[in-house]
């Protein structure tokens, strides 16, 4: 297929010239505000051999005893998997922020798919502790129905998780309100999973919400509720609310309270003694980073703090004990919902990207909007996190492409540089983009499992998105499966 020939979202501007023969690494790509232009200069030295340090089992060891697995983009880039990998070298994973609204899809060692939310993607690991945190709003139904289902095909959960006695309870009114909020939002939505996240997090700001130790206390939980109750009624002329409500949803949580005992801890004390005692921790963000509350496209974003931020924030635990940072990217970009995406795909390229890489999302169920790896986004990402490498994933996906692109700027109508990534929604809108085109590989790398054995244009693919990046890919996926890594 000839990239070519697809139409791109209206505020992206390339029109590439046919491609020239290529050699090897010997290329670089300048482009110009129309037109991308190939042109013959070294971009980086050939892959170096692995050193012990750098072999597969050296690299994973030597990564902090405090490290962490966030999203580069807007989430769905495929962290679950990688936590799923590394926990095998970690005595906790931890979850520090989001609720149901993530969607980590991962396979164990016979290949047996397993989606989570909730729990953290270390629970396949039976060495592993799996740790929700402060900062995580969590959906009791929700959770013991995953545990349920873990438990059915032969994953114990029993005194492998634990739930901060901190974290805010999500509620199914809370799902209602979501939805709610949504249709009031017209034309304007944010596109929410309608999880009940957003309507959670704003009791807990509100500084009316009910956290898991509220279970505890029987006698004073049914006010709490009720509280929370009538303010989505007087809020939501379509939200019906009586005492009937109240009293089943007591007597739900009264058993949710029951069941939920053995799980419930104090994590912040929990985590510090590991720490302590110098045991390895690894934390699992969910979402990414410009989906973050802060730094990403608002309003168009979650309702928490998915990068590096949250980790402290999220699990009671000071900044100085944070080491590597692995930032989890695809090699092409998709978001879920409404909101900018400059590099997006309209038509057939958006269609081939989505069906090849079965961009469907794991929560709602909903197709992803696929466009190009945006670089400018990737490299804002890794400037707020401090990434000390990252892992590229669903490489695999573009091998039947003949050339790929790269969105490597961002420029203003009249042709000036936008500097950064930009907060305002309306530059956003009407920002150009412009590519590199580098040239695919047109053969199929799910069974590779070597750096060195990727074709050398695959390769080329990677070492650019390092040189404009400046952080080293160290982990490459090419499968779902956990054997489909390579490392670099």
Excluded at 174 to 194: A, M, N
Excluded at 211 to 226: A, E, G, N, W, Y
Excluded at 378 to 398: E, H, M, P
Aim: aromatic share 8%.
């Amino acid at each position: 297929m000839n990239i070519s020939s697809l139409r791109l979202d209206s505020h992206a501007i390339c029109t590439p010239q046919p491609l020239r023969s290529f050699t090897s690494h010997n290329l670089f790509y300048r482009s110009t505000r129309n037109v991308v232009v190939c042109s013959a200069k070294p971009i980086a030295p050939p892959p170096t051999k692995l050193t012990a340090a750098d072999s597969p089992a050296g690299r994973i060891e030597s990564l902090s005893q405090v490290s962490g697995v966030l999203g580069c983009q807007w989430g769905d880039e495929g962290k679950g998997k990688l936590v799923d990998i590394l926990a095998q070298h970690f005595e906790i994973v931890a979850r520090c922020q989001g609720g149901a609204n993530a969607g980590h899809t991962i396979y164990n060692a016979e290949g047996k798919k397993f989606a989570l939310h909730l729990v953290p993607s270390g629970i396949l690991n039976e060495d592993t502790l799996c740790v929700i945190g402060n900062g995580v709003v969590v959906h009791l139904p929700g959770l013991f129905q995953e545990i349920d289902g873990l438990e059915s095909n032969g994953v114990s959960c029993k005194g492998r998780i634990l739930i901060s006695d901190r974290a805010h309870l999500l509620f199914d009114f809370h799902q209602e309100v979501d939805g709610l909020r949504e249709v009031e939002l017209s034309k304007s939505f944010i596109g929410t999973t309608k999880r009940g996240i957003g309507p959670c997090y704003s009791s807990k700001v509100n500084r009316n919400g009910i956290r898991v130790s509220d279970l505890r206390h029987m006698d004073t939980f049914p006010q709490k509720l009720d509280l929370l109750l009538s303010d989505a009624a007087l809020r939501f002329k379509d939200f019906k609310y009586g005492p009937d409500v109240l009293k089943k949803e007591v007597e739900k949580y009264k058993r949710y309270a029951e069941r939920l005992e053995p799980y419930i801890a104090d994590t912040v004390h929990v985590v510090n003694e590991a720490i302590t005692q110098k045991k390895k921790i690894l934390v699992e963000g969910g979402q990414a980073t410009m989906l973050d509350i802060d730094f990403g496209t608002y309003p168009f974003v979650t309702s928490s703090s998915p990068s590096a931020g949250g980790i402290c924030t999220g699990l009671g635990i000071a900044p100085r004990v944070v080491g590597d940072l692995v930032g989890v990217v695809k090699a092409y970009t998709t978001r879920v919902g409404s909101g900018p995406f400059p590099t997006e795909l309209l038509g057939p390229g958006g269609d081939l990207l989505r069906f090849a890489g079965q961009e469907f999302g794991t929560t709602t169920g909903r197709p992803r909007r696929c466009g190009w790896l945006d670089i400018v986004a990737l490299r804002y990402a890794c400037q707020i996190n401090g990434f000390s490498s990252l892992n590229l994933t669903k490489l695999d996906v573009l091998s039947d492409l003949d050339e790929i692109q790269l969105g490597v700027a961002y420029k203003h109508d009249d042709g000036t540089l936008v500097k950064s990534f930009p907060s305002d929604l309306r530059v956003l809108e009407q920002l150009k983009v412009e590519y590199e085109v580098l040239p695919g590989w047109k053969t199929d790398i799910s069974s590779v499992r070597s750096y060195s054995d990727l074709p050398k244009t695959a390769q080329l693919y990677v070492e650019r998105i390092e040189e404009l990046i400046g952080v080293p890919i160290h982990y490459i996926g090419v499968g779902p499966g956990r054997d489909a890594l390579l490392f670099k």
